[in-house]
Nanobody, 121 residues
């Protein structure tokens, strides 16, 4: 079992930056693809970014391209999301998720509780 705890959310003005962190415990962190999702009130959950288990490959949703950067430090069991040039439409609850490992690649079995990001105009 993998437990995930997000941190780093808060209130920021438009154009500002935030760095989200997700600390993992249990399991073997370096075997899991890690991703960030977000959900705004009244909207469906949206894919933000993912990073392969080795950190060698990253993928971004359209809303994150060019502004957000996902990274991981396997030795610290932590994945990050650096968010720059934030917009009010980035306001959402941001979740960290881990896939099920080599046998369940891309199936997100583990989720954190989320951290709130609010961008004021």
């Amino acid at each position: 079992q993998v437990q995930l705890v997000e941190s780093g959310g808060g209130v920021v003005q438009a154009g500002g930056s935030l760095r989200l962190s997700c600390a993992a415990s249990g399991g073997t962190f370096s075997s899991h693809t890690m991703s960030w999702f977000r959900q705004a009130p009244g909207k469906e959950r949206e894919f933000v970014a993912s990073i392969s288990y080795s950190g060698g490959s990253t993928y971004y949703g359209d809303s994150a391209k060019g502004r957000f950067t996902i990274s991981r430090v396997n030795a610290q069991n932590t994945v990050y999301l650096q968010m720059n040039s934030l917009k009010p439409e980035d306001t959402a609850l941001y979740f960290c998720a881990a896939d099920g490992g080599p046998l369940r690649r891309g199936v997100y079995d583990y989720w954190g509780q989320g951290t709130q990001v609010t961008v004021s105009s």
